[in-house]
């Protein structure tokens, strides 16, 4: 069963290898974008703090800007 | 009406809705891929080979209609004017080069058992390494312009002149003899697919449709806070 799921009559090797390219470029694309997600999020948020108080009230006042700062963890 | 996509109002949605996707996809995806390279037949003349078309297709329908959503929101962006419809358009993007390259590629290692030969210039081939020429050329296009009005006018231009390969790419399986196989699934007609193959595809152009909708959101979070930033520098 294993061995006809991976050999596939000997169309294995290119069953294979077109979902084993999908996925890897599925993953590249993910982590790339996640990382450019990341840094400027880290750049906001090292920029929010760098305000003073007066204009991080103004900045706070803004709805996305607080979604920006409660939702750091995750995407 | 507009108004419903400003920003500052979808954000909220758009930053927490990513987990979900993520999670959607997977679940789509792992019952896909039972389908795909378990559960389906063996086509009587290609033989396993076939599993292929579950990759290959929804990756190139999709390629196609994120292109085609590109078009359709550089040209509204660029009569109303409402710069939100641009940002649309460039987060979609990266997901739709991808679909491109990963059809173009599957179809080559497709190519090799059918047609004994990994690239033939044909039709339907060639029109699609022309999509992916044009969405190379709109990517590149928002990296090196740094006037905003400069960038939406080049971008909907290459959208513009891209589209036109689009239809090309669809129908030149009917309008030349090409090496490529005709379309088996219709909308308006009966589609020469088989039900134990059709379904699969089907579950897999979900799970691809919900990742570029998971790379999508990423994307326009990212350009958002993006501007955000540039934002806190004026402050």
Known sequence: MINEILI????GLYVWSSFLFTFLSFLSLYL???TQYIKEKNKFIAKFGNLNSERAASARLQN???EILSNSTNI | MFKLFEPNKIFSIT???PKYVLFLFVIVLSVGLTEALILSPED???GHSVRIMYVHVPAAWIALGIFSAVTLLSILGYITKFKNFFLIAKSLAPSGFVFNIVALVTGSIWGKPTWGTWWAWDARITSMLILALFYGMYLISWRIYEDKEKVFQVSTIITILGIINVPITKYS???WNTLHQPASINIFTKSSIHSSMLFPLLIMTAAFALFSLLIFLMKYNTELIKIKNKGLDRL
């Open chain 2, 173 to 175: 399986v009917d309008w």
């Open chain 1, 8 to 11: 596939m009559n000997g169309y």
């Open chain 2, 44 to 46: 009587y003349k290609q």
């Open chain 1, 32 to 34: 790339i974008i996640k």
């Open chain 1, 64 to 66: 996305i800007n607080k």
């Open chain 2, 15 to 17: 930053s927490k809705a």
